[in-house]
C-alpha cells in the first residue's frame, strides 16, 4: 500500500478522495491554487503545495508542477479525481516515467476511451451494443449523406474527441445535414483542437444509464449496478439515481455482466463507468469514463462498497477485495448536485456563504468542501456540493430528499436548491417518467 498520495484536484472530491487515504493509513498531499489557499480538503491534509495561479491551465492542469510537488512531498502516488486530468493519458504516462503511480487505468486505455471513434470501435470488439451509425469518422459530405440515408433521421453528428455535449449537432432532415456536420467540426476544432466527427443514430425519448465497473487488471472486473442519469440540462446530469426505476432485475443482470466480462477481456483497471442510451428495451454505448464519476456516492450508498478504496489498493498492485457474488443491491439513493448557480437562469453565483447548514439523518450523505464563511471562487466549477439521500425504496428515498431539501441552508449567494425542490414534488419525476430531454421541457415550460 502507498504511504502517501498527492491529490490533484480541488473541492468536494479532493476531500472525498482524501477521506479514503484516511481511512487506509495513508497520508495526503494537497495541492491548491492561490484562490484554494483556504480550501477544506487543504486545511485538512497532511502537506500541502500551492501549484500556481487561479487559472487551472497554470496550476490543477499545469502538469510540471504536480509532478514537482510529488518529488517535494514524496508522494508515491497521484489521484486525479475527476475533470482536470483525470483523463488525460499523457499525464499518467509522466508520472510512470518519474516513478509515480496514477491511481487509475492504464494509460492505453484512458487513450482508446478518450477517442470516441476509437472507443466505439473497441466497444464493438467487446461485445457491447452500440447506437447504428458510422464506422468511424466522416471523412467527406457524401459519405455523411449516405450514412445518414442508410440509418434513418434524425442523425447526430458527434466530436471524436468531444464530451459534454460539446461538438454534437442533431440534423432531423437531409437538408440539415450538410450545416450539422459544419457546425459539429468548427465546435469540436474549437473545444478540442480536433475537427473529426462521426454520425449516429439520433433517439428520441432515450435514458440515460451508466453501469459502474470495478476491475484490477488481472484478469477480474465486476459491475456495481446502473444509475439512472437522465434528468440533464445541456448534457450535464443534474439528478443521478440508483437503481434506474426504467429497469429490472434480468436487465440489470444482462447489461451489467455484458459490461464486466468486456472489461474482464480489455484487462481494464480502477474505476471506470460505461454509458449507454436506454429506449425500447435496447441499450446502445455512448461512451467510458475512464475516472471515478461525480455520481458514484449513489452506487457506494447501495452497494456498501468504497469506490476510492478500491482505486486506491487496485493501483497499489493488489486484487479486487470482492467478487460479483459479493455484490448485493440495498434500496434505493438519488443524488442531487448543488450549485452554485441561479436556479432559473443558471448564471453562476460566485460568492461568500454566509450561512451554510446541511441536512443530517439516517440515509443521508453531504459530499462538499464549502464551509460557513467560504468565498466560491468564479475560476472553476460551481460546484457547491452533493446532497446523496437513501431510503429502503424509491419512495422512502423521494421522501426523506425532500424532507432534507428543505433543510439545506445555503445563504449568501443563489444555489440550485429551490428547482430540485420543484423536481422532488413534480409528478413524472414521482413515477420515474422522464428522459434526457425532459428537464429541458420542464425548464422551457417553467421559465
Known amino acids: 500500500m502507498f504511504s502517501k498520495v498527492l491529490i490533484a484536484n480541488r473541492g468536494e472530491i479532493a476531500l472525498r478522495i482524501q477521506r479514503a487515504c484516511k481511512e487506509l493509513g495513508i497520508q495526503t498531499v494537497a495541492v491548491h491554487s492561490t484562490a484554494d489557499a483556504d ?30 510537488a510529488c518529488e517535494i512531498t514524496g508522494a508515491e502516488a497521484v489521484h486525479p479525481g475527476y475533470g482536470f486530468l483525470s483523463e488525460n493519458a499523457r499525464f499518467a504516462e509522466i508520472l510512470e516515467a518519474h516513478g509515480i503511480a496514477f491511481i487509475g487505468p492504464k494509460a492505453e486505455h484512458i487513450r482508446i476511451m478518450g477517442d470516441k471513434i476509437e472507443a466505439k470501435r473497441t466497444a464493438i470488439e467487446l461485445g457491447i451494443p452500440v447506437v447504428p451509425g458510422s464506422d468511424g469518422g466522416i471523412d467527406n459530405e457524401d459519405d455523411a449523406i449516405r450514412i445518414a440515408d442508410e440509418i434513418g433521421y434524425p442523425v447526430l453528428v458527434k466530436a471524436a474527441a468531444g464530451g459534454g455535449g460539446r ?35 439520433y433517439l428520441s425519448t432515450p435514458r440515460h444509464i451508466e453501469i459502474q465497473v470495478l476491475g484490477d487488471g488481472k484478469g477480474n472486473a465486476v459491475h456495481l449496478g446502473e444509475r439512472d442519469c437522465s434528468l440533464q440540462r445541456r448534457h450535464q446530469k443534474v439528478w443521478e439515481e440508483a437503481l434506474s426505476p426504467a429497469l429490472n ?18 484487462g481494464y483497471s480502477g474505476a471506470g463507468t460505461v454509458e449507454f442510451l436506454y429506449e425500447n428495451g435496447e441499450f446502445y454505448f455512448i461512451e467510458m469514463n475512464t475516472r471515478l ?21 487496485v493501483a497499489a498492485g493488489a486484487s479486487l477485495s470482492f467478487s460479483q457474488e459479493d455484490v448485493h443491491f440495498d434500496g434505493h439513493a438519488i443524488e442531487c448536485r448543488i450549485n452554485a448557480e441561479d436556479a432559473r437562469t443558471f448564471m453562476p453565483s460566485p460568492g461568500r456563504i454566509s450561512h451554510f447548514h446541511t441536512p443530517g439523518g439516517l440515509g443521508v450523505r453531504v459530499d462538499s468542501g464549502v464551509y460557513q464563511g467560504y468565498v466560491i471562487p468564479p475560476y472553476y466549477d460551481s460546484l457547491i456540493g452533493k446532497l446523496i439521500v437513501h431510503g429502503r425504496n424509491r419512495v422512502e428515498c423521494l421522501m426523506r430528499l425532500r424532507r432534507c431539501l428543505d433543510e439545506f441552508v445555503v445563504d449568501g449567494i443563489s444555489t440550485t436548491i429551490p428547482l430540485f425542490r420543484a423536481l422532488v414534488d413534480h409528478p413524472d419525476i414521482a413515477d420515474g417518467r422522464y428522459d434526457i430531454h425532459w428537464l429541458e421541457g420542464y425548464l422551457a415550460e417553467t421559465s
Open 293 to 313: 464519476q461525480v455520481e458514484h456516492p449513489v452506487t457506494e450508498m447501495i452497494t456498501g462498497i468504497d469506490i476510492v478504496h478500491e482505486q486506491i489498493r
Open 249 to 266: 432485475a434480468d436487465q440489470r443482470e444482462q447489461i451489467g455482466e455484458t459490461v464486466a466480462a468486456a472489461m474482464r477481456k480489455l
Open 39 to 68: 480550501a477544506m480538503h487543504v486545511r485538512l491534509a497532511d502537506e500541502s503545495v500551492c501549484i500556481g495561479p487561479p487559472s487551472a491551465r497554470d496550476s490543477y492542469l499545469h502538469i510540471p508542477a504536480l509532478v514537482a
Open 167 to 201: 461538438g454534437m449537432k442533431v440534423a432531423r432532415r437531409p437538408e440539415d445535414l450538410l450545416n450539422a456536420l459544419s457546425n459539429a467540426r468548427a465546435e469540436a476544432q474549437s473545444a478540442f483542437g480536433d475537427a473529426s466527427v462521426y454520425l449516429e443514430k
